[in-house]
């Protein structure tokens, strides 16, 4: 059983549309996350979500809009893509905040043309 | 300014001896330090964790030390094996910050 999954796992669109990239885990974590990897394979934490709850947004474009639905599931929409927002996005989870380890899902490439 | 560094140029050894990737920070107090390992087209996987009271920490071939003073983490593969190429990542969680941050990683590579 995958413990986070991401899905796509590949991601290509032109420049100025709209995506959505969704994540779950099935390890009954309450705090979730997205990370950006880009080129460099610098991974910078975007968005923090505990229990369905946001508490953290580092500088990030407001294009991008994380949504919690339930605690299991933590989705990325991106408005307006450009070119500069190609990376891979990763989702993570957690038991608590903090100390915890985390617990990464395998990525999605965004190439944006 | 915050600074996580770690070993940028790859780290070429080969089977059988001791691979040690260092990690060092400036302007943090991190409570703990985590090491992760990450194989290409793959997320992070975690490795091990150290407290800042904790001077060193082992699991099987790999052993973590941790140095508040130096401001500096080692991370020990004995006896490598090809298998243990990869991309390794630390990652520390400061007292005042509300998240987990990462350096760029070393790359290992273990030759036969």
């Known amino acids: 059983d995958t413990a986070v999954s991401q899905t796509p796992k590949y991601l290509v669109t032109q420049m100025g549309n709209d995506k959505s990239i969704k994540c779950e885990q099935n390890l009954g974590h309450d705090t979730m996350y997205w990370y950006k990897q880009d080129s460099k394979k610098f991974l910078k934490i975007m968005f923090s979500?505990?229990?369905?709850?946001?508490?953290i947004n580092e500088t990030v474009p407001n294009r991008f809009s994380p949504k919690s639905p339930d605690k299991a599931h933590l989705n990325l929409h991106i408005n307006s893509l450009e070119l500069g927002d190609s990376a891979v996005y990763f989702c993570?989870?957690?038991?608590?905040?903090?100390?915890?380890?985390?617990?990464f899902g395998p990525g999605t490439r965004l190439t944006v043309l | 300014s915050q600074k996580i560094e770690q070993n940028s140029e790859a780290l070429n050894i080969q089977e059988g001896k001791t691979a040690t990737l260092t990690c060092n920070y400036t302007n943090y107090s991190p409570a703990y330090l985590q090491w992760y390992r990450q194989d290409p087209g793959r997320g992070p996987v975690f490795l091990l964790l150290?407290?800042?009271?904790?001077k060193e920490k082992r699991k099987e071939r790999l052993k973590v030390t941790f140095d508040t003073t130096l401001k500096q983490s080692l991370f020990h593969i004995t006896a490598s094996q090809p298998a243990d190429s990869a991309t390794y990542l630390c990652a520390l969680w400061a007292s005042g910050y509300s998240t987990l941050t990462f350096g760029k990683g070393t790359m290992l590579l273990v030759s036969p």
């Open positions: 150290i407290r800042e009271n904790e």
């Open positions: 979500y505990n229990n369905k709850e946001l508490i």
């Open positions: 993570a989870s957690s038991q608590a905040r903090g100390t915890d380890t985390q617990y």
